[in-house]
């Protein structure tokens, strides 16, 4: 049977379907390796090659040569990639800072700047603005500063990228004087020193419910000279000079104290949370619509029918 008489026969079949004559014809062609179709469709169903293309962990097939242990190394950790983006950030702040062609001053909050940049670089064009200086973003390569001004009654902000490759000129016009930095040392170690603002209850009145009593450098004081044996037992441990017995001793006696200071301030907000138990009549005497005068509505002979 030929090509033709093998398609007359699937087409002439009952229902598009071929015959039990035409079925062995079929057979007997797939037996000598020849491809048949029916329909457009295979008769030999090929195996799919996509689980031996799928490179996942849950794939039995591919998991056993996969991932490649020895090229794998050990895993980056948190820590190595925040340092590794550090580095990026920093090597193209670097490149940036090469390609400007002029020297970025120091930009404050609230001074008067003005920046020229780049509109087209093919057409040469470029634009001023000026403005006060709002916010100062320090983000490494997305640093910028923001400028604000009024043109014709309309405020305007723009916020200018500190590295951006189309700065062409920036000039601080006017600078506001730095701010004085807070001394970080005390005029003068003496207690007695400002000493009104040291001490209340007999001398001042208390400024809040939270604040009683007297307020004194003790708590200062006490909280200075914990640090001191915090950092000189940390030296010891590290020194190797105390024992487990000995910390352990020391862990008990710094909760306990902890615990009494909690038990404490917990006994003292409910003292002040506590209710009163009062006596009230559940019947008054006198009814509010009894006192009512005879003229008001709400009384007896007044009460609409």
Same mark, same amino acid.
């Given at each position: 049977?030929n090509a033709r008489?093998?398609w007359s ?9 071929p015959?039990?004559?035409?079925c062995t014809?079929?057979?007997a062609r797939?037996?000598?390796?020849i491809?048949?179709t029916y329909?457009?469709?295979r ?5 799919s ?5 799928k490179?996942?962990v849950d794939n039995p097939?591919?998991a056993?040569t ?6 794998m190394?050990?895993?980056?950790t948190?820590r190595?990639c ?5 580095h990026?950030q920093?090597a193209e ?5 090469r390609?400007?062609t002029?020297?970025m ?9 003005e ?6 670089r093919?057409?040469q ?5 000026q403005g006060?200086c709002?916010e100062?973003?320090?983000k490494r390569?997305?640093?910028? !500063? $923001?400028? &604000?001004?009024v043109?014709?009654?309309? =405020?305007?902000?723009?916020?200018v #990228?500190?590295?951006s490759? *189309?700065?062409l ?8 004087p ?9 005029l003068?170690?003496d207690?007695r020193?400002?000493w009104?603002y040291?001490?209340?209850g007999? !001398? $001042?009145m &208390? ?5 009683? =009593?007297?307020?004194s450098?003790? #708590?200062?004081i006490?909280? *200075?000279l914990?640090?001191?044996k ?6 010891r441990?590290e020194?190797?000079?105390l ?8 862990a008990?006696i710094y909760s ?17 949370q506590?209710?009163?138990v009062y006596?009230?009549?559940?019947e008054?005497?006198?009814t509010a619509i009894t006192a009512l005068?005879?003229?008001h509505p709400l009384?007896e ?5």
């Open positions: 049977m008489q093998l026969a699937l087409r002439d079949g009952p229902l598009g379907r015959t039990s004559a035409h014809a079929l057979e797939a037996r000598a390796g491809k048949v329909r457009g469709l008769q030999r169903l090929h195996q090659t996509a689980p031996f293309k490179y996942t097939i591919t056993g996969w991932p490649p242990l020895d090229q190394g050990t895993p980056i948190n190595e925040f340092q590794l983006m550090h990026l920093m702040v670097a490149r940036l800072r390609l400007r002029f020297s001053p120091r930009i404050n909050p609230g001074d008067l700047v920046v020229r940049y780049e509109l087209s093919t057409q064009t470029f634009a001023v603005f006060y709002v100062v973003r320090l390569s997305d640093s910028s !500063f $923001t400028l &604000k001004n043109y014709e009654g309309v =405020g305007v902000e723009q916020l #990228p500190r590295y490759p *189309r700065l000129d920036v000039r601080v016009l006017k600078a506001i730095n701010p004085q930095t807070a001394q970080k040392e005390p003068t170690r207690y020193y400002k009104q040291n001490v209340r007999k !001398f $001042t &208390k400024q809040g419910v939270h604040k009683p =009593g007297i307020r450098v003790e #708590p200062k006490r909280r *200075r914990s640090n001191i915090r950092r000189y037992m940390h030296q441990v020194a190797g000079q024992i487990k017995a000995e910390m352990y001793r020391r008990l306990l104290d902890e615990q009494r200071r909690r038990a404490h301030r917990l006994r003292r907000r409910r003292q002040k506590k209710w009163g006596m009230i009549d559940k008054p005497k006198i005068p005879s003229y009384t002979g007044n009460l609409p029918k």
